[in-house]
C-alpha cells in the first residue's frame, strides 16, 4: 500500500510539473506577444519619420520586420508622399488611379 501511495503521489507530482511547464510555456509566448506588439508600434512610429529609399532599406533588415507590414504599409507611404508632393498632388494620382482601375476592369470584362 505505502508503495502505491509513493507512486500516486509522484504521479500527482509529475502531473503538476508538466502543468506548470505548459504555464511557463504559455506565459513566454504571451510575453513574445507583447514584445512583437510593442515592437511593432515603435517601428511604426519610426517609419513614419523615414524617406522612401530608408523605408526600402529596412524591409532587408531581417525577415521579421518584412514581414510585419510596417514600411510597406499604404498609410506610411501615402503619408511620405504627401509631406513630399504636397495632399493635393497625392488627392490627384489617387482619382487618376481610380480612373485608370475602372478602365482596366471595362477592358477585362468579357463581351456579352
Known amino acids: 500500500q505505502a508503495t502505491k501511495k509513493s507512486s500516486n503521489n509522484m504521479s500527482?507530482?509529475?502531473?503538476?510539473?508538466?502543468?506548470?511547464k505548459m504555464m511557463a510555456e504559455e506565459k513566454k509566448r504571451e510575453i513574445v506577444k507583447n514584445v512583437m506588439m510593442e515592437t511593432a508600434f515603435f517601428l511604426k512610429h519610426v517609419a513614419s519619420f523615414l524617406d522612401a529609399q530608408?523605408?526600402?532599406?529596412?524591409l532587408s533588415v531581417c525577415k521579421n520586420w518584412a514581414t510585419q507590414n510596417i514600411?510597406?504599409?499604404?498609410?506610411?507611404?501615402?503619408?511620405?508622399c504627401v509631406k513630399r508632393f504636397g495632399a493635393s498632388s497625392v488627392r490627384k494620382w489617387e482619382v487618376d488611379e481610380d480612373e485608370e482601375d475602372e478602365a482596366n476592369k471595362i477592358r477585362t470584362s468579357p463581351n456579352k
Open 12 to 20: 500527482a507530482n509529475s502531473h503538476l510539473i508538466v502543468s506548470d
Open 54 to 58: 530608408s523605408l526600402c532599406q529596412c
Open 71 to 80: 514600411f510597406q504599409n499604404n498609410e506610411t507611404w501615402l503619408d511620405l
